[in-house]
C-alpha cells in the first residue's frame, strides 16, 4: 500500500522522534500512550451544529442566500423574510439531515466495536479476564482466540499449540487479500505459557505510531530471570499482529498491545482521500461567478438609475409629496437612496442564482452512482460476485469527459494468474505451446496459430502449472547432459520463498499460500518437478525430492532471508544443506542478477548470452521472466556477514536501507542456473474494449514493471499497438552509458543519460511534426524506466509530455510505484481529465492522483478499490463505464445545470423588466412565495427527471459509435457556446414573454364583464404562469428521450402550480393578501389569460425549436444521425435491411442501376473525431471485426457487414439535401475476403484487405518476422540482422517485406510503417523487439486493382483481368468500391455495387473510428471517389 505524505497525519504526530518504549505485563503503566477506544464519527452532540453549518457554508452559494435573507429582514427589504429564509432552511435542512444520517451509521458501528470483548491478563488476579476493547491499554497481554479480530496492533509472544511458532493471519479487512498470512512468535517467547506468564516482562523500544501496514522497527529487552543474560532481539513486521485483521487455523495466541486505538497502524490509514471535484463542477463556479456579476451589474443599474430619477424628477411628480419624503425616497439624499436600491435589488434579483442547484445535484448523482452504475448487469462479474461500484458520487459527469487513461498491466489487463510455462535451464530451453499472446498477435497479422495440446501432457497439467516436456519432466532430467544444474535449480524452486504450506503432505491436496501468484506458480513447478515443499517452521523448509526412482526427505535450515522489494528486485535465502554446506539461493530481475554474476566463471559465460536469448524469446511471448543464480558461502565469510545483518537487523533507524546494503554483500559471486517463464493471461475482452476505447478518442498509457520486449508484444496483443502506428522507442541503456557505468563512473554516467534522453525527446517531436505534416497515421511512445527516470527532471518533463501528448498509446516499461504516480501528475498539468487504473497496492499512488481512480478487485487484495473512486471486477467493465454512463452522466448533469441557470435567468430578468418600468423602485410584481416556491416546488422535479432519467442514445448505440464520447472531453455540452446559447436563449425568451403579457394586459383593456382591467397580482400571475410554462416547454422540446416519468414530471410541475394558485388564493386574506381568491375569480374567467400562457410560451420555444430542427435536417451532427438510426431500428426498418443481409444474389435493377446514383457533396466530419486524427476528414470504420462479433445478428457468420452499421451509412446518403456545405467526403475502400475477392463483407464495414483466394491480393496487416527478407537500400550486412534487431529509420527510410499469407506474390516487396528506434542500434542489452507494420495506402500494381480505378460509382477493374462490370463481382484479385446509397423521404431504396451477402455498399463513420485509425492504414492522404452525375429528386 502507498505510504502518504507525513503531513496527512498531522494529527496523529508523535510529540517527539524518540524511540516509543513499552512495558509489557507491568499494569497500567503508560497512560500518556492512548487508550483503545476509537472514534470515526465526524460530529458529536456539542459540534454537530457548528460543524455541520461551518461545512454547508464552505459553498459559497448557499453563504450568499445566507446573506440574502439576512438582508431581508431590513424594513428596505422587497420581500418578507420569511421567503427567504424558507428556502435557505429547507436546502440546508436536507444536507444536514444528510450528514446527521451518515454520521449515526459511524456512531453505531463504532459502538459496536468497542463494545467487543477480549480476553486480557490481570497481574493481580494472574488470570485472564473478559474487557471491552476500549479498556484494553498499551503493554497489556491479550490471549486471541481462533477467528476473531486483533483489537490492537500486537507483538506475537507465543502460539502454545505449535511447537514452531506459527500463526496464521487474515488481513482482508486492512488490504482486502484473503490469502493467509504467517506470522511469527520470537524463538526466546515462544515457550511462554499461561503458568509462565505472570513472570514474563520486558521492554519494547520501536517506532513511533506511523501509518506504514507493512514495515515495523523495534527491539525486545530481555533481563534475568525471563532470559539467562541482557539480551536485544530485533522486531519485524513477522511478529506484529494488526488491529483489524484476523487470526485464522490457530487456537489461540498471546500478544502485547504496541499500539492501541487510534494510534494503531489501521486507524492511521484511516484519513479521508483526497478531495476530487469534477471539472463541470469546477466550471459550474465559473458561471455562478457569471451570474452573481451579472446580478451586481443589474443592481448598480438600478442603484443609480433609482437615485438619479429620485434626484432630478422626482420633485416634479407632486402626488408622491417629495417635500416630505424620508430616507430611501428623499430627493436630496441620492447617496443613500441609491445604496438602499443597491440593497433592495440585491435581495429581489437574487433569483438569479439557484438556490436548490446543489442540492439537485447532489441527488441526481447518488441516485446515478448506486442505481445505474451499481446495479448495472452489464458490470456485475458473477464469477466472483462482484458488481461495480461508485465509491464516490462526485465524479459522475467526470467519467464521460476522460482524455486519458493511466493502466498497470498485471492484473489490470491480464489475469494475475500465474502458471509456469517454459524454462530456460543450463543454456537449454524447456516448454513448449503456444502462449495467449501469440495468438492474438497471430490473429492480428491475419494467420491463425494452431495449438495442438499433446495428449501426454494432460496428466501433468494442474493449477499454477502448465508446461510440458518430456525431456525433465517424471525424472528424465536426471538424463540430461548437465543434471547438477538442473537439480540446484529445482531447489531454489522449492526452497527461496515465504511460500505457506496450507493443508495435508500430499501434492494432490496440499495448497500453497504465497503472498504473489508468481511464487505460488513456482513452488507449484518444483513440486511437478519431484522437488516437493510441505512443511516450514520458524526456521525450516521440509522438500521431499526424487531422484534416481528415491525419494529423499531434506530439511533445509534457513538462516537467513533476504527478502524481495521493488527497489532490490530480487529475494534470496541463506539456507544450511542436510550435508552442512552453506548456500545462498537467488531469484530476481535479470538485470539485478546479471551485474552479481561471477565474472570469471567459464558456466557463466557460456550461460548468459543464450540464457538472454531465451528470456528475449519468452519476453516477446510476453511471458514473465525470473533469473535464478545460487553460490556456495564459506563460514568464515558467512559469520563475519552474519554479524554486520544482526547490526542492521537491530538499527531502529534505517534498518531496511540498512538491511538492503548488507545484503548486497553477500549477493556476489552467483553462478546463473538459468530462467523461469510464467503466464500471465490477458484478461477476457481486453482487447475489445482497448479498441473501443482507443475509436472513442482516448489515449491509453500503459505503466508496467515488464521488459519493454514483453511489454510491447502484449500491447500489440491488447490491441493497444497496432500495425499502422509509428514507434518511438527511447532507451537509456545506450553503450556509452553502460561503459560508464562499468567504469563506476556513475555521475558522469547519469549525466550523459540525461542528456541523450532530452536529445532522442526532440528527435521524437520533430519526426512526428513531419509525419503530422505528411498526414502520417498514429504514434506510439515506448520507454523504459531508466529512461523515464530523466524523462520526468525538471527540464525534460516537459518534452516527455509533448511526445506523449502526441501519441495514440504510451507504454512506461521498468515502472516503479512512485514514477507511477508522476507520470500521472505530468499528464494531470495538461487539464485534461485523466483516469487511473489498477488493481495492487503499487496502484494507489497513480490512483490517488488521477482526476478518477478505478480500482479493480483483483488477485492483490482490495487496496486498489479501497484508495478508488470507482470499483469494477474487469478491465472490460471500463468500456461499459465510460462510454455509457459517463457519456450518459456527463450529457445529463450538464443539460440540468444549463436548464438550472436558463430558468433563474429567465425568471430573474422578468422581475428586472418590471422593476425598469417602476424606474428601479424596488416593486414586486409576484407574490413573495412565488418567487421563493420556483425553485423548490415549481421547477424541482423536471431537472431532477431530466438529470436521471434522459439519454440521448441507448448504450447498444453508444457502443457500436464510441466517436460520441468526444463531445465529453471537448466538452462540447459545457463550453462557452452552449453557455452562451442557454443564456442567450433566456434572455429572448424572457423578453418576449414578458411583452406579450405586459403589452397584452394593459389598463386600457378589459377582457371581463365587469369591465375591470388586469391588476397589479393579475399581471404578475399570468406572467408567473407563463413563465412555468415556458421553462417546462423548452426543456421538453429538447429532451432526448420521452418515457412516462418525463411526461408525468412535465405535466405535474405545471399542475401543482395551478394546484397552489387554488389553494394559496382560498386562504385567509392576512395570509394570501393580494392573490386572494385571484385565480377562480379573476384569472379562469379570463380569456386573455389562457391565451397568454399558450401563446406567449409557443412564441418563446417555437424559434429555437425550429432551429434545431432545420440544423438536424440539412447540417445533422453525428449525434443526431446516430438517433436516427436507432428510431428506425427500433421501428422495424432493421428488418427489411436484415432480409435483403440474408438474400444472397443480384438487386433489383431499381436499386442497383447506377442512373439512380446521385453524387454525395464533399463532407467533412461534423462530429466528434479529433481534428489532428488522421481520420478526422472521414467516416471511419472499425479493423476488426471480432470487435463488434457480438453485435452481428447471425454470429455464426460475423464477417458480414452488420446491419445496424449499414443501416447508419444508408442515413449518411439517402438525403441528397442533407449537406450542402462545401464539404468533402473521403470514401474509403475495404477489401473482400474469399475466394472471387467480393465474397462475405464485400466492401463493408468489417471486411479486412486480405489475400483473395487465387488472387495475388496483399494483407493490411503484415508483421516483419525472422524470415522477412528486407529489401530497403540498405547494405547486406545490415539487411542480414534486420530480422533480429530494428535499426534506426530515418524520417524517409523505409523498409518492406514481402506478403505473407496464401496467394501472396513473392516476387513483390510491400512498404512498411517503419518503428522509430530513438537511440543507436547496437544500443540495449539485447535486440529489439520486431516491429509490425502495413501497406501503405496507395496498393500495388499487382493487387488486381489500379488505383485509377478506384472509383466511387461501384465500378472496380482488375489489372489481372479485362472485363469489370458496375453493381457485380470482377475477375480473382480484384476487389469492389465503395457505393454512393442515395435517399428520398418519398421513394428510399439502396444500391449495392457487389454481389456480396449484405447487398449493401456502406461508407465508413466517425463515430466507431472516433480518429483511431481504421478503414485504409493511415499513412497517406485518402484517395479521393471518381465524382459521378449528380441527379436531383425530381430526376429520381
Known amino acids: 500500500m502507498k505510504l502518504l505524505p507525513a503531513d496527512m497525519f498531522a494529527r496523529h504526530k508523535p510529540a517527539t522522534n524518540e524511540p516509543r518504549a513499552i512495558t509489557i505485563n507491568k499494569g497500567h503503566v503508560h497512560l500518556n500512550y492512548k487508550g483503545n477506544y476509537t472514534s470515526t464519527t465526524k460530529y458529536n452532540v456539542v459540534t454537530y451544529l457548528p460543524k455541520a453549518l461551518f461545512e454547508q457554508f464552505r459553498r459559497v452559494a448557499n453563504t450568499y442566500f445566507a446573506l440574502v435573507a439576512g ?12 421567503t427567504t429564509f424558507a428556502p435557505l432552511i429547507f436546502v440546508l435542512g436536507v444536507s444536514m439531515i444528510k450528514e446527521l444520517a451518515e454520521d449515526i451509521k459511524r456512531y453505531r458501528a463504532d459502538r459496536e466495536i468497542n463494545a467487543r470483548l477480549v480476553l486480557v491478563f490481570n497481574t493481580d488476579t494472574k488470570a485472564f479476564e473478559d474487557r471491552p476493547w476500549r479498556a484494553v491499554k498499551v503493554g497489556d497481554i491479550l490471549q486471541v482466540q481462533k477467528d476473531t479480530f486483533f483489537p490492537a496492533d500486537l507483538l506475537l509472544l507465543s502460539v502454545p499449540e505449535s511447537a514452531d511458532g506459527l500463526a496464521y493471519v487474515e488481513t482482508i479487512n486492512l488490504d482486502g487479500e484473503s490469502n493467509l498470512k504467517i506470522k511469527k512468535a520470537l524463538d526466546q517467547t515462544q515457550q511462554i505459557r499461561l503458568d509462565t506468564l505472570s513472570d514474563f516482562t520486558g521492554e519494547v523500544q520501536c517506532e513511533q505510531p506511523n501509518a506504514s501496514l507493512y514495515t515495523f522497527t523495534g527491539n525486545l529487552m530481555l533481563a534475568p530471570p525471563v532470559a539467562p543474560d541482557q539480551r536485544t532481539i530485533p522486531l519485524s513486521q513477522a511478529s506484529l499482529l494488526l488491529r483489524g485483521s484476523s487470526l485464522r487455523n490457530t487456537k489461540y495466541v498471546y500478544g502485547a498491545v504496541i499500539f492501541a486505538g487510534h494510534e494503531s497502524k489501521v486507524m492511521m490509514n484511516a484519513t479521508l482521500p483526497p478531495s476530487k471535484r469534477s471539472r463541470v463542477e469546477r466550471e459550474m463556479d465559473w458561471l455562478i461567478l457569471f451570474m452573481f456579476a451579472l446580478l451586481l451589474a443589474m443592481c448598480i443599474i438600478g442603484a443609480v438609475a433609482f437615485s438619479i430619477w429620485t434626484h432630478h424628477l422626482s420633485p416634479d411628480q407632486w402626488y408622491l409629496a417629495p417635500d416630505r419624503a424620508e430616507g430611501d425616497t428623499n430627493p436630496k439624499r441620492p447617496g443613500v437612496v441609491g445604496i438602499d436600491s443597491f440593497i433592495s435589488s440585491f435581495i429581489l434579483y437574487g433569483y438569479l442564482i439557484p438556490i436548490s442547484l446543489y442540492v439537485s445535484l447532489e441527488m441526481v448523482k447518488v441516485f446515478q452512482s448506486g442505481v445505474f452504475i451499481g446495479k448495472d448487469r452489464a458490470m456485475y462479474h458473477a464469477q466472483t460476485d462482484t458488481p461495480a461500484q461508485a465509491r464516490t458520487s462526485n465524479l459522475n459527469e467526470e467519467l464521460g469527459m476522460v482524455d486519458t487513461i493511466l493502466s498497470d498491466k498485471t492484473g489490470t489487463l491480464t489475469c494475475n494468474m500465474m502458471e509456469f510455462f517454459k524454462a530456460s535451464i543450463a543454456g537449454v530451453s524447456y516448454g513448449q505451446g503456444v502462449t495467449e499472446i501469440e495468438k492474438a498477435n497471430a490473429r492480428r497479422n491475419g494467420s491463425a496459430m494452431e495449438a495442438v495440446e499433446d495428449p501426454a501432457a494432460v496428466p501433468w497439467k494442474q493449477a499454477s502449472f502448465n508446461f510440458y516436456d518430456k525431456r525433465i519432466l517424471g525424472g528424465a532430467w536426471e538424463q540430461e547432459a548437465r543434471p547438477a544444474v538442473l537439480k540446484e535449480f529445482f531447489r531454489v524452486l522449492a526452497v527461496c520463498h515465504t511460500v505457506i504450506p496450507d493443508g495435508p503432505a500430499d501434492p494432490a491436496k496440499i495448497k500453497y499460500e504465497a503472498e504473489s501468484p508468481d511464487e505460488a506458480a513456482l513452488v507449484a513447478a518444483g513440486k511437478v518437478f519431484g522437488f516437493f515443499f510441505y512443511k516450514r517452521t520458524n526456521t525450516t523448509v521440509f522438500v521431499r525430492e526424487s531422484e534416481g526412482g528415491l525419494v529423499q526427505e531434506r530439511e533445509y535450515e534457513i538462516l537467513n532471508i533476504l527478502e524481495f522489494d521493488s527497489t532490490r528486485k530480487r529475494m534470496s535465502v541463506i539456507c544450511r544443506t542436510p550435508e552442512g554446506k552453506l548456500k545462498l539461493y537467488c531469484k530476481g530481475a535479470d538485470t539485478v542478477i546479471y551485474e552479481r554474476l561471477a565474472s570469471n566463471n567459464p558456466v557463466n559465460n557460456s550461460m548468459k548470452g543464450v540464457t538472454r536469448e531465451h528470456m528475449e524469446q519468452y519476453g516477446a511471448a510476453g511471458l514473465r521472466t525470473l533469473c535464478l543464480a545460487y553460490c556456495e558461502l564459506d563460514k568464515a565469510d558467512y559469520d563475519a556477514w552474519q554479524q554486520k545483518y544482526f547490526e542492521a537487523k537491530t538499527a531502529l533507524e ?17 553462478l546463473l542456473l538459468g530462467c523461469t517463464a510464467i503466464e500471465d493471461k490477458l484478461q477476457a475482452g481486453v482487447p475489445e474494449a482497448i479498441e473501443r476505447l482507443a475509436n472513442a478518442g482516448i489515449k491509453i498509457w500503459v505503466l508496467t514493471g515488464d521488459k519493454q520486449e514483453t511489454a510491447i508484444n502484449i500491447g500489440f496483443a491488447c490491441s493497444l499497438l497496432r500495425n499502422d502506428m509509428t514507434q518511438y522507442i527511447i532507451s537509456a541503456n545506450l553503450p556509452e552509458v553502460l561503459a560508464l557505468e562499468e567504469a563506476g563512473k556513475m555521475d558522469d554516467a547519469y549525466a550523459l543519460a540525461h542528456s541523450k534522453i532530452g536529445e532522442q525527446l526532440q528527435d521524437a517531436m520533430q519526426c ?7 498526414d502520417g497515421g498514429d504514434n506510439a511512445l515506448i520507454i523504459d524506466g531508466k529512461a523515464l527516470l530523466h524523462a520526468l527532471a525538471t527540464d525534460l518533463k516537459g518534452q516527455l509530455l509533448q511526445v506523449g501528448q502526441q501519441c495514440a498509446a504510451v507504454i512506461c516499461c521498468r515502472v516503479s510505484p512512485k514514477q507511477k504516480a508522476l507520470v500521472t501528475a505530468l499528464v494531470k498539468t495538461t487539464g485534461d481529465t485523466t483516469l487511473g487504473i489498477g488493481d495492487g497496492a503499487n496502484d494507489v499512488g497513480m490512483i490517488q492522483e488521477a482526476h478518477i481512480g478505478v480500482g479493480i478487485s483483483g488477485q492483490e487484495g482490495m487496496q486498489a478499490v479501497m484508495s478508488s473512486d470507482f470499483s469494477i471486477a474487469q478491465f472490460r467493465f471500463l468500456e461499459t463505464l465510460l462510454l455509457v454512463h459517463g457519456r450518459w452522466s456527463y450529457a445529463r448533469i450538464t443539460r440540468m445545470v444549463l436548464f438550472f441557470f436558463y430558468k433563474n435567468l429567465l425568471f430573474g430578468l422578468t422581475i428586472f423588466y418590471f422593476n425598469c418600468l417602476c424606474f428601479f423602485s424596488g ?64 434572455f429572448f425568451q424572457s423578453l418576449v414573454v414578458f411583452v406579450m403579457v405586459m403589452g397584452t394586459l394593459t389598463p386600457l383593456y378589459a377582457d371581463r364583464h365587469s369591465g375591470r382591467t388586469a391588476g397589479q397580482w393579475q399581471t404578475g400571475a399570468t406572467l408567473f404562469t407563463a413563465v412555468i410554462i415556458t421553462v417546462h416547454v423548452e426543456i421538453s422540446s429538447v429532451i432526448d428521450h420521452w418515457t412516462w416519468v418525463h411526461a408525468f414530471s412535465v405535466t405535474f410541475s405545471v399542475f401543482i402550480w395551478f394546484v397552489y394558485m387554488l389553494i394559496y388564493g382560498v386562504l385567509p386574506q392576512n395570509l394570501s393578501q393580494g392573490v386572494f381568491h385571484l385565480f377562480e375569480e379573476v384569472m379562469a374567467g379570463s380569456p386573455t389569460f389562457w391565451l397568454l400562457i399558450i401563446m406567449a410560451p409557443l412564441a418563446c420555444v417555437l424559434p429555437g425549436y425550429l432551429w434545431r430542427q432545420i440544423r438536424s435536417h440539412f447540417w445533422p451532427d453525428d449525434k443526431r444521425i446516430v438517433q436516427e438510426i436507432m428510431v428506425r431500428v427500433q421501428r422495424g426498418e432493421l428488418a427489411r435491411m436484415k432480409s435483403l443481409h440474408a438474400n444472397a444474389g443480384p438487386l433489383s ?6 442512373s ?11 462530429g466528434y473525431v479529433p481534428q489532428d486524427k488522421p481520420g478526422a476528414s472521414g467516416y471511419f470504420t472499425p479493423r476488426s471485426s471480432a470487435l463488434y462479433a457480438n453485435d452481428c445478428f447471425d454470429h455464426a457468420d460475423c464477417t458480414s457487414r452488420n446491419p445496424v452499421t449499414s443501416q447508419l451509412n444508408g442515413e449518411l446518403h439517402r438525403n441528397p439535401f442533407r449537406h450542402r456545405t462545401a464539404r468533402k467526403l473521403h470514401t474509403h475502400l475495404r477489401g473482400a475476403e474469399g475466394g472471387d475477392g467480393i465474397g462475405k463483407g ?25 524470415d522477412a527478407k528486407i529489401n530497403d537500400q540498405r547494405s547486406a550486412a545490415e539487411a542480414d540482422t534486420a530480422s533480429d534487431t530494428v535499426k534506426a529509420f530515418s524520417p524517409s527510410a523505409q523498409s518492406a517485406v514481402l506478403p505473407q499469407g496464401p496467394g501472396a506474390d513473392s516476387r513483390q516487396p510491400q512498404p512498411l510503417r517503419p518503428v522509430r528506434t530513438l537511440m543507436p542500434a547496437s544500443a540495449g542489452s539485447g535486440p529489439l523487439p520486431t516491429p509490425h507494420a502495413v501497406p501503405n495506402q496507395s496498393p500495388p500494381a499487382h493487387t488486381g486493382i489500379a488505383a485509377a480505378d478506384l472509383t466511387a460509382s461501384g465500378r472496380a477493374s482488375s489489372s489481372s483481368s479485362s472485363s469489370s462490370a458496375a453493381g457485380s463481382g470482377s475477375a480473382d484479385g480484384s476487389f469492389g468500391s465503395v457505393s454512393e446509397v442515395s435517399y428520398s423521404h418519398v421513394t428510399p431504396y439502396v444500391e449495392s455495387t457487389g454481389n456480396d451477402d449484405a447487398g449493401l455498399g456502406i461508407a465508413s463513420s466517425p463515430l466507431i473510428g472516433g480518429g483511431r485509425g481504421a478503414g485504409l492504414p493511415q499513412t497517406g492522404r485518402p484517395r479521393q471517389p471518381r465524382p459521378v452525375q449528380r441527379r436531383g429528386l425530381d430526376q429520381v
Not at 71 to 82: D, F, K
Not at 656 to 666: C, F, N, S, T, W
Not at 974 to 981: I, N, Y
Open 71 to 82: 438582508l431581508s429582514c431590513l424594513s428596505i427589504s422587497p420581500v418578507a423574510p420569511a
Open 654 to 670: 534505517g534498518r531496511e536501507e540498512k538491511l538492503a546494503a548488507v545484503g548486497d554483500l553477500i549477493e556476489r559471486e552467483l
Open 768 to 774: 512526428m511534426a513531419e509525419a503530422k505534416a505528411a
Open 923 to 986: 416593486q414586486t410584481l409576484y407574490n413573495d412565495f412565488y418567487m421563493s416556491l420556483y425553485n423548490v416546488v415549481f421547477t424541482a422535479l423536471t431537472p431532477l427527471i431530466v438529470g436521471t432519467m434522459d439519454s440521448d442514445v441507448n448504450r447498444e448505440m453508444s457502443r457500436k459509435y464510441p466517436g460520441l464520447y468526444q463531445a465529453g472531453p471537448r466538452n462540447r455540452y459545457f463550453d462557452l457556446k452552449a453557455v452562451t446559447g442557454w443564456l442567450l436563449n433566456s
Open 1149 to 1154: 435493377d431499381k436499386l442497383t442501376r447506377p
Open 1156 to 1166: 439512380h446514383q446521385l453524387e454525395r457533396p464533399s463532407f467533412i466530419n461534423s
Open 1242 to 1266: 464485400g466492401v463493408g464495414l468489417h471486411s479486412k484487405l486480405r489475400p483473395a483466394s487465387g488472387s495475388q491480393g496483399y494483407s493490411n496487416e503484415v508483421s516483419l518476422t525472422a
